[in-house]
């Protein structure tokens, strides 16, 4: 897919709903991988709590995830001229053992601060309780205070698992079942 550079796109593409989030698929490694390269060095090492370089490796992990009946990857697209942009991405992989639900979740630098990871948590949790899973968890580096505030918002709370440098954060989904 052709993108567009997420520089050129108008601050109110936003209000105007031309962002829609949807769950990846085969088709999206190359799209994200270059949202993964577009991102700024601070926000990718805040992801992926630690520099990676081989980021084509996670993109197709994460699109991967896709045929797995209990993971999905979320993608926020900005739909524009008929192009396709991503500027988000959620991770989601349920861990059977542990019965719980653990995300990784980054929103493109340029549109941070806008209500987007919020949103993206929530379909995140809809599609989480869809599939009868009870409890979602996260940790984050306890320097974080963008993931930190996400969690707090979204309604997560400090589980005390962490240590002097993360934060470990978890929520107990209600079994109410999405509209989709
Ligand atoms: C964390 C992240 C996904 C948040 O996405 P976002 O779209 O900017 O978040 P939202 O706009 O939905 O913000 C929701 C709330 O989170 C908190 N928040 C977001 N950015 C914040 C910041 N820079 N400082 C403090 N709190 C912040 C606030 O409570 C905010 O609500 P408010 O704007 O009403 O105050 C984004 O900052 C990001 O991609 N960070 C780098 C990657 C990362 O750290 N991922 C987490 C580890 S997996």
Aim: aromatic letters at 6%; charged letters at 20%.
């Amino acid at each position: 897919m052709s993108q567009l550079s997420p520089n050129a796109v108008a601050e109110s593409d936003l209000a105007k709903g031309a962002v829609c989030i949807r769950a990846a698929d085969a088709s999206d490694v190359e799209s994200l991988l270059i949202y993964f390269t577009g991102l700024s060095t601070t926000t990718r090492n805040k992801r992926f709590m630690g520099a990676r370089t081989d980021v084509a490796m996670v993109a197709a992990e994460c699109v991967a995830r896709a045929s797995h009946p209990d993971h999905f990857t979320l993608l926020a697209e900005l739909r524009q001229e008929g192009q396709g942009t991503i500027i988000g991405e959620t991770l989601y992989v349920y861990d059977a053992v542990a019965r719980q639900g653990e995300f990784a979740i980054s929103v493109a630098d340029l549109f941070q601060r806008r209500g987007l990871g919020l949103q993206m948590m929530m379909e995140m949790e809809m599609r989480a309780s869809d599939l009868g899973h009870g409890m979602i968890a996260a940790e984050t580096a306890r320097v974080n205070a963008e993931m930190r505030g996400l969690a707090k918002k979204a309604g997560f709370v400090d589980t005390g698992l962490g240590d002097w440098q993360s934060v470990h954060f978890a929520k107990s989904l209600s079994r109410q079942s999405s509209s989709r």
